[in-house]
């Protein structure tokens, strides 16, 4: 038998709630750290499967990142490794958007905190496995000390911090370029390796977190109440 949850969030209050943690810079500059993580896993997943040797994933207090592969340094394994970064955070974003949907809130926290612990045998400094650490104890906390409310509302926060902090370092990176500060930029190389302008590989990026924004808005934004999910009666 199931019992009902009480305390109910409306899923737009949410929402509106994790668009203000991501548009204000105060919030932004701590929570980017995992769009970060994200981004890097993106690389460092594609670079592998893809044929290439991960050598390792550095994240900075700044919350830059650098994925480091050994491979052919021209060719569709570099290609698709530098293109994966920005699309892996939306992706990532609906995939946990449909899970929570789905009401499989624990799977897809319990998931996030397996793939973080696997990340960490690729991180080579200090402050990469803090980040990767602390995010992941977080995640274990909600699971292990939340209420059904309290974990459904954190699992649709991090849903919409992937779909939203998709879309935002997009804009971040199109003013560095405009002024001319991110020569080294994944849309840069991008250019350099293929002769395909970086806007146009920023245009790409743009259509398929946007489009995946919208896709995992629909299925967050039509949750039940949350007094509708349910938690397992022992005994």
């Given at each position: 038998?199931?019992?009902?949850?009480?305390?109910?969030?409306?899923?737009?209050?949410?929402?509106?709630?994790?668009?203000?943690?991501?548009?204000?810079?105060?919030?932004?500059?701590?929570?980017?750290?995992?769009?970060?993580?994200?981004?890097?896993?993106?690389?460092?997943?594609?670079?592998?499967?893809?044929?290439?040797?991960?050598?390792?994933?550095?994240?900075?207090?700044?919350?830059?990142?650098?994925?480091?592969?050994?491979?052919?340094?021209?060719?569709?394994?570099?290609?698709?490794?530098?293109?994966?970064?920005?699309?892996?955070?939306?992706l990532l974003g609906a995939v946990a958007a449909?899970?929570?949907?789905?009401?499989?809130?624990?799977?897809?926290?319990?998931?996030?905190?397996?793939?973080?612990?696997?990340?960490?045998?690729?991180?080579?400094?200090?402050?990469?496995?803090?980040?990767?650490?602390?995010?992941?104890?977080?995640?274990?906390?909600?699971?292990?000390?939340?209420?059904?409310?309290?974990?459904?509302?954190?699992?649709?926060?991090?849903?919409?911090?992937?779909?939203?902090?998709?879309?935002?370092?997009?804009?971040?990176?199109?003013?560095?370029?405009?002024?001319?500060?991110?020569?080294?930029?994944?849309?840069?190389?991008?250019?350099?390796?293929?002769?395909?302008?970086?806007?146009?590989?920023?245009?790409?990026?743009?259509?398929?977190?946007?489009?995946?924004?919208?896709?995992?808005?629909?299925?967050?934004?039509?949750?039940?109440?949350?007094?509708?999910?349910?938690?397992?009666?022992?005994?």
């Amino acid at each position: 038998m199931l019992t009902n949850v009480s305390g109910a969030v409306p899923a737009s209050v949410v929402a509106l709630l994790a668009l203000v943690l991501v548009g204000y810079r105060g919030t932004w500059r701590v929570l980017r750290n995992v769009v970060t993580i994200a981004h890097e896993a993106g690389h460092a997943l594609v670079a592998l499967l893809s044929g290439r040797r991960l050598n390792g994933i550095r994240l900075h207090s700044d919350t830059s990142g650098l994925t480091v592969s050994t491979g052919p340094a021209r060719g569709p394994g570099m290609v698709l490794t530098l293109f994966a970064g920005y699309p892996a955070v939306s992706l990532l974003g609906a995939v946990a958007a449909w899970t929570v949907s789905a009401e499989h809130v624990e799977v897809m926290l319990w998931t996030a905190v397996g793939a973080l612990a696997l990340l960490l045998i690729a991180l080579r400094n200090l402050y990469g496995v803090l980040s990767v650490v602390l995010t992941g104890l977080a995640l274990a906390a909600v699971i292990r000390w939340g209420t059904p409310p309290v974990t459904v509302v954190c699992a649709e926060l991090l849903s919409w911090l992937l779909l939203l902090g998709g879309v935002r370092p997009l804009f971040e990176l199109s003013g560095k370029r405009r002024r001319g500060r991110a020569s080294d930029s994944d849309a840069d190389q991008l250019a350099r390796l293929t002769g395909v302008a970086g806007g146009v590989w920023m245009a790409v990026w743009f259509v398929i977190s946007v489009g995946l924004l919208v896709l995992g808005a629909r299925w967050l934004l039509d949750l039940p109440p949350l007094a509708e999910f349910s938690a397992p009666v022992s005994g």
